[in-house]
């Protein structure tokens, strides 16, 4: 069964950082573009990246500059490195591939406040 598996989230302070991590199963990542998304309860889904397999990216305008985000298609595995971060970045945030979404997976939430 393929799924995706996001982790690294916590707490944190404005103006720290931290580094989620999307493992991936199976076939299901080293050839296909992949996103990371974020939500809040009671608001829709909201893309904030995107990575192709070939490793270029872009970001949305809202984490651009502050967020990096980087795979190794040798490990099935992408990282959202999260800088600057701000109390809006508060959310659950959720990888998949950008065509052809595998089932989401738990998420993991991010925390920012004093």
Same mark, same amino acid.
């Given at each position: 069964?393929?799924?995706?598996?996001?982790?690294?989230?916590?707490?944190?302070?404005?103006?720290?950082?931290?580094?989620?991590?999307?493992?991936?199963?199976?076939?299901?990542?080293?050839?296909?573009?992949?996103?990371?998304?974020?939500?809040?309860?009671?608001?829709?889904?909201?893309?904030?990246a995107?990575?192709?397999?070939?490793?270029?990216?872009?970001?949305? %305008? +809202?984490? =651009?500059?502050?967020? !990096?985000? /980087?795979?190794?298609?040798?490990?099935? @595995?992408?990282?959202?490195?999260? %800088? +600057?971060? =701000?109390?809006?970045? !508060?959310? /659950?945030?959720?990888?998949?591939r950008? @065509?052809?979404?595998?089932?989401?997976?738990?998420?993991?939430q991010?925390?920012?406040?004093?």
């Open positions: 069964q393929v799924h995706v598996v996001e982790s690294g989230g916590g707490l944190v302070q404005p103006g720290g950082s931290l580094r989620l991590s999307c493992l991936a199963s199976g076939s299901i990542f080293s050839t296909y573009d992949m996103n990371w998304y974020r939500q809040v309860p009671g608001k829709q889904r909201e893309w904030i995107l990575i192709s397999y070939t490793g270029s990216t872009n970001y949305a %305008n +809202s984490v =651009k500059g502050r967020f !990096t985000l /980087v795979r190794d298609n040798a490990k099935n @595995i992408m990282y959202l490195q999260m %800088n +600057s971060l =701000k109390p809006e970045d !508060t959310a /659950v945030y959720y990888c998949n950008a @065509i052809n979404p595998v089932p989401w997976g738990q998420g993991t991010v925390t920012v406040s004093s």
